[in-house]
């Protein structure tokens, strides 16, 4: 992934939002929304006055420029008045020598909480940068003694714990506890690449059968049908796949170093709350 990945002027369009590049002209909108200390309380920067929101406001856009920052717009008046602005979501720079993705972050009016919006927005997101650009993982950093809510949202749509941080940046010297959550993109290997791509899946699933998620024969058939797929039996044979998978699902389940790797992501379309 490159920086130019993420800087393209996309809008996306969910069920029913439109999210739109936020712009300097929005930046009083932004800037409004930041006026209830309860949406702010995770967001880093001082908001406490109308100055320095505004001045928040438009640092947010302006550093914008290499990754995405949304407005969220109601497009059919769903919750009040058609084309009203309800929250922001966006994406950055991941933490360095942590993250292995841009991270993700949003705001919303609270008057949309708990009915469904965050679901959808962060979905919406997901599958774009999934499907329209080359990211390999996307993360969100989450501090839950503030805002448990968001750890849930971020569990429904597939992401897994991967940490604990205390992060200084984030909070300076008093440090919150920060969770980390991610999710992989789930590549189809070409043949050439079909070999080591098993090896990792394998090594990967393997998390999951020590921790009792998923069986280990189950997983091994499931790979076995991939190598099928992919033309690694017919180029390596069928003996050396399965002690590639047998090997690597083993040297996994035995690393306790790794955890939580998530491969596959769920879809989740209901509007049933965050």
Known sequence: M?????????????????????????????????????????????????????????????????????GIYDRDGSFGTAGEFIG???VEACLPK??????????????????GVGSEIVAAVIDH?????????IEALVFPSLNPA????????????????PIAEYVGDDCLPTMRY???????????GARSCLAEA?????????????????MAAALLVSAHENGLVEMIGIDEVKKLIA??????AADSGWLHYRVERKRHRNHGGD
């Open 129 to 137: 940068l999934f499907d329209a650009t080359d990211v390999e993982a």
């Open 247 to 252: 090997r690597s699902l083993a040297e996994g």
């Open 150 to 165: 968001s750890a849930r949202l971020l569990e429904k749509q597939g992401m897994c714990l991967v940490g604990r941080y």
């Open 98 to 115: 942590i993250g292995r993705g841009p991270s993700l972050y949003y705001a919303f009016d609270q008057a949309v909480w708990g009915r």
């Open 88 to 90: 922001i979501c966006g």
């Open 182 to 192: 991610e999710i992989w993109r789930a590549q189809v290997a070409l043949p050439a």
């Open 2 to 70: 490159t920086e130019s990945d993420l800087s393209l002027d996309y809008a996306i369009r969910s069920e029913r939002f439109d999210l739109e590049p936020l712009t300097v002209d929005s930046a009083p909108l932004f800037a409004e929304l930041a006026a209830d200390t309860e949406i702010v309380k995770t967001l880093i920067g001082d908001w406490s006055t109308a100055g320095k929101r505004l001045e928040n406001a438009h640092a947010w856009i302006a550093a914008a420029s290499n990754y995405v920052l949304w």
């Open 202 to 218: 394998a090594f990967k699933i393997g998390q999951f059968v020590a921790g009792g998620v998923s069986s280990h024969q189950e």
